[in-house]
């Protein structure tokens, strides 16, 4: 079973990017689907999640309104859309799958059953 996330790069602040992890091994139909990251010297950090239908949606607060998280079941990918970066969301971004809807209520790590590989979001000032 394997996540691979992609679409990480260097932008401006202000910028935006569009993060996507595939899953390739298994299908995550059934899966809450998330998104984590983490900066130098700092925990990992839940940044936005859905559930398997898509219609139950977090973000983290500092998110809320730049980043959007979505799904295509058909394609067995997610996505992250992030605009208005900002040097602080500069990370690692990590893709993640729960097997419950726990990790929505939580936002925990630790509920994680599967991790993605990460992709470097990198944001100048």
């Known amino acids: 079973v394997q996540l691979q996330a992609s679409g990480g790069g260097l932008v401006q602040a202000g910028g935006s990017l569009t993060l996507s992890c595939a899953a390739a091994?298994?299908?995550?139909?059934?899966?809450?689907l998330a998104w984590f990251r983490q900066a130098p010297g700092r925990e990992r950090e839940f940044v936005a999640a859905?559930?398997?239908?898509?219609?139950?949606?977090v973000y983290k607060d500092s998110v809320k309104g730049r980043f959007t998280i979505s799904r295509d079941n058909a394609k067995n990918t997610v996505s992250l859309q992030m605009n208005s970066l900002k040097p602080e969301d500069a990370a690692v971004y990590y893709c993640a799958a729960d097997a419950g809807e726990s990790i929505l209520r939580t936002r925990s790590s630790r509920l994680v059953n599967y991790w993605g590989k990460g992709t470097q979001v990198t944001v100048s000032s």
């Open positions: 859905l559930n398997w239908g898509g219609y139950k949606i």
């Open positions: 091994g298994r299908t995550f139909n059934h899966y809450s």
